[in-house]
């Protein structure tokens, strides 16, 4: 059963135009120009119960557009949006119980209180009954890591932290649908990885639906089967990421310090994208020349300081899913 369906969502934000310096300023006063950008150009998708879906795209792509819209902060230009059976905009009030929000780059804990005031006064807007809210939160303290930290001011607490305690704060009304809006922005790999698996506990445990914007490819596959990627204000894919992968993202980046001055690099199916004196960075299509060749080759030929392996950046597989000219989206 689907717990969201988006309909030809669109969102036209307009905004007042005004040149630079005092002048402009004034004059702008008496003649206003109005701007329009269209931040969704009709998007839809749906999601089913208890799914974990990534919705991934560049910075402006629309991803927090969406986010707002589904979360009812938002009121859309046009299109439907059902969550849960709500609306999100219209029906508020009942809605926002069974929702849990987390925008990653807005304050949404009490900054100068500690975290754990943040959560009793979610306990009350809630209504948790007592025994229930000191289970889960020492359930979500305990799998968060966070017990020595919830008693001191938010404004003294890590990025990390802090975005585990807002996690906790969302999550503490056990809702059916929760939207992570960038969750692991800025965090260290150790946060990180301690907040995907939170996620995946919940959403196994509880069959929550998740929606997780991100750009973070890592964040994605930990998470999600199922992704859809938007690019100015339009999904350019929906489908399932290992359908993506064995398609498009056969590519890695390599980036191979040395210890030594190196020269040049050939080899089948690798191209090279910056070279130093000390260091290559290595574009390999893995079709062509499987991974543990090319690090064989590395080591064998040349004396290696450290190697990292990564994903092409989002922009990258973006566009070149726009090379591939298939229709990637089944609507
Ligand atoms: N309040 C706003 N007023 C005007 N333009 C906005 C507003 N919020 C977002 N936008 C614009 O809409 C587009 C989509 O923004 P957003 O949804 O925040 O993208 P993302 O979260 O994918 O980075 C961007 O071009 C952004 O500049
Ligand atoms: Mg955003």
């Known amino acids: 059963m689907n717990a969201i ?17 005092m002048w402009n300023a004034v004059v702008s006063l008496f003649n206003r120009k109005y701007e329009n950008k269209h931040a969704l150009k009709g998007v839809s998708f749906e999601v089913e119960e208890g799914e974990v879906l990534g919705l991934i795209g560049p910075n402006g792509a629309g991803k927090s557009t969406t986010i707002k819209a589904l979360s009812g902060i938002l009121h859309p230009t046009s299109g439907d949006v059902k969550v849960i059976g709500y609306v999100p905009w219209k029906d508020r009030v009942k809605y926002v119980k069974h929702l849990g929000v987390v925008l990653g780059q ?56 802090r975005m585990k305690c807002k996690l906790i704060a969302a999550l503490l009304h056990s809702p059916k649908v929760v939207f992570l809006d960038e969750p692991t922005i800025g965090l260290d790999i150790i946060a ?67 210890e030594t001055k190196v020269k040049g690099f050939r080899l089948k199916g690798c191209k090279l994208l910056e070279k130093g004196d000390y260091n290559f960075v ?50």
């Open 5 to 21: 369906t988006v309909k030809n969502l669109k969102k036209v934000y307009r905004t007042h135009k005004r040149g630079k310096g």
């Open 106 to 161: 807005k304050e949404q804990l009490w900054w100068d209180l500690p975290a754990i005031d943040t959560f009793y006064m979610n306990r009350e807007v809630y209504q948790i009954p007592n025994n229930k809210f000191k289970r889960r939160l020492n359930y979500m303290v305990k799998l968060l890591d966070v017990k020595e930290v919830i008693n001191s001011p938010v404004r003294d607490l890590s990025l990390g932290e």
């Open 192 to 258: 990180r990885d301690r907040l995907r698996d939170f996620v995946k506990e919940v959403n196994q445990k509880e069959g929550t639906t998740f929606i997780v914007t991100t750009h973070d490819m890592q964040d994605i596959e930990k998470l999600c089967k199922r992704i859809v990627i938007i690019n100015h204000g339009v999904i350019v894919y929906d489908g399932l990421l290992e359908k993506l992968k064995s398609t498009i993202l056969n590519n890695k980046i390599i980036d191979v310090k040395f």
């Open 282 to 331: 290595i574009e390999a299509d893995t079709k062509v020349t499987k991974i543990k060749k090319v690090i064989d080759y590395l080591l064998l030929n040349y004396e290696v300081a450290d190697i990292n392996i990564t994903d092409p950046p989002i922009e990258e597989i973006i566009q070149r899913i726009y090379k591939e000219k298939k229709k990637w989206v089944h609507t």
